[in-house]
């Protein structure tokens, strides 16, 4: 792999503190979605290779050697990767970037700041989870307690690599289990060299390990395994769905689940003397990322007194997007991570033309001949709500607008879904905000400017978007632990 990298690249397998290629040898191919050609060979690892990784992993629990560390010591481990992701944040950054096609200013300014936070607030609250007693008379003590709950595997996503990774490692490892990580194969790299790092801060063996590979094999027997005692997955419904499966097949494993969204960004009419303000705010939820976020605001409901003049801002904050490489650091937007995901986009977009709607800004393929799969910011009018457009989770940079003529029409559209995982409300109105807020079905509404909140709070979904618990805050904290009742009887 030739590259601006300042260390060697890691491609096998991470499992029990060292690196080793898979038991059948198997690779599969890391592909550059910027020019479409093939970056290198990693280790594909299948059922041999979890269930080592798995023993290793219950190993290491079992002997206590991070599980019965004292919480203060689990903190300062955690705190040496802290410093040692931010020496390599540079070399990470351009990982993420060459790898997943992530422009490469997103990774310094966000994605890599996100994950070193991520860490470094669950390695400070390792010593300060606290159990309680509870009112059980002058013969009893009820002692409540939280204990690591074991051998946690994480499935993530490839469009926020490191930062999904943290968001899942921070309080499994703090919590003081330990992991076995399927990393997303469209984006490996990354996980790989975060292991390497974990150990070198002082990380014991088997208490991380990384197990790339295809998502219906190396997922699969994840799932499957009867030694795992959770699985956090981030990613796809249907995908979602196969592990709660996975879970009734085996040892009923706890299952949290991160799933897809529709997100809806309400526009009320208090809003006309700042629409370009609005505009620029909700372009950036719909195309941050390239739009490949389970949170893109990929419908803006605008009342229909301004519709007209807020799409014209919209129009002009889409094309200020700059499309292009993505280790350019004037890039705003790289490129899809496969050429499936440019099919799809295209094909969402090219429905919707033909069933009536106007395309105002993108709509077409740009910088074919890069080899890379490259999509422009789009803005699609003209939209009827039955339309797929305005009801699939397209995961590319697509944004439709449709009008409404009251709030309580806006929140009967936001609603209108399967999905509930995020939201946005831009009003003047504190009452017509918080109201709309309360009134849609989502895990997190932000009001006057998008947001997934930051790492004190809960994030994940209603009905659809989400199963079985949290990420982020203490709750994610909680969720990697099991509840114990100890009752003394006084005597």
Not at 229 to 234: G, K, L
Not at 387 to 407: C, T
Request: with cysteine.
């Amino acid at each position: 792999m030739t590259s601006p990298l300042l260390t060697p690249v890691r491609t096998h397998a991470f499992i029990n503190g060292e690196f080793v290629p898979s038991a059948s040898g198997a690779t599969f191919e890391s592909v550059n979605p910027a020019t479409g050609e093939v970056l290198t060979e990693i280790s594909s690892c299948d059922a041999e290779d979890v269930d080592r990784a798995v023993a290793a992993a219950g190993a290491s629990f079992a002997s206590g050697v991070w599980s019965r560390m004292h919480p203060s010591d689990r903190r300062e481990v955690l705190m040496r990767l802290v410093a040692l992701l931010e020496e390599n944040l540079e070399d990470l950054a351009l990982m993420e970037s060459i790898d997943a096609g992530k422009p490469i200013t997103d990774c310094r300014e966000f994605d890599l700041p996100d994950t070193i936070g991520s860490i470094r607030w669950y390695a400070e609250a390792a010593d300060k989870v606290f159990g309680k007693t509870t009112a059980a008379g002058d013969d009893a003590l009820g002692l409540i307690v939280h204990e690591p709950i074991g051998v946690v595997g994480a499935v993530l996503p490839w469009n926020f690599p490191l930062a999904m990774l943290a968001w899942k490692l921070g309080p499994a490892l703090a919590a003081g289990n330990s992991v076995v990580v399927k990393p997303p194969e469209l984006a490996t790299l990354t996980t790989l060299r975060f292991a390497e790092l974990a150990s070198e801060a002082g990380l014991p063996d088997g208490v991380l390990n990384v197990v790339p590979g295809l998502g219906h094999v190396a997922g699969k027997a994840l799932g499957l395994h009867a030694d795992v005692d959770i699985i956090s997955f981030t990613g796809s419904n249907e995908v979602g769905r196969e592990f709660l499966r996975y879970s009734a097949d085996s040892n009923l494993k706890k299952i949290v689940l991160e799933l897809g969204g529709k997100a809806p960004q309400i526009v009320t009419a208090d809003n006309a003397d700042r629409l370009a303000v609005v505009a620029e705010d909700l372009a950036e939820a719909a195309f941050g990322n390239n739009g490949q976020n389970c949170t893109a605001g990929s419908r803006i409901l605008v009342h229909s007194s301004i519709a007209e003049d807020f799409i014209d801002e919209l129009v002009k904050a889409t094309n200020s997007f700059v499309v292009g490489d993505p280790l350019d650091p004037a890039t705003t937007i790289g490129s899809l991570v496969e050429e499936s995901a440019l099919a799809r986009v295209t094909e969402y977009v090219d429905a919707a033309v033909a069933d009536g709607a106007t395309v105002r800004a993108g709509g077409k393929r740009v910088l074919e001949e890069t080899g890379g799969w490259f999509y422009p910011p789009t803005v699609v009018t003209d939209v009827r709500e039955d339309m797929a457009i305005a009801r699939d989770e397209i995961f590319g940079p697509v944004v439709v607008v449709l009008p409404f003529d009251d709030v309580a029409d806006a929140v009967r559209m936001a609603n209108d879904t399967p999905f509930g995982l995020a939201a946005n409300v831009w009003s003047r109105d504190i009452d017509d905000a918080l109201g709309t807020a309360r009134a849609v079905r989502a895990g997190t509404v932000s009001v006057n400017g998008y947001s997934e909140g930051d790492i004190t709070t809960p994030f994940g979904g209603y009905k659809e978007s989400g199963f079985g618990g949290r990420d982020n805050g203490m709750e994610a904290f909680e969720q990697y632990t099991e509840t114990k009742t100890i009752w003394v009887n006084l005597r």
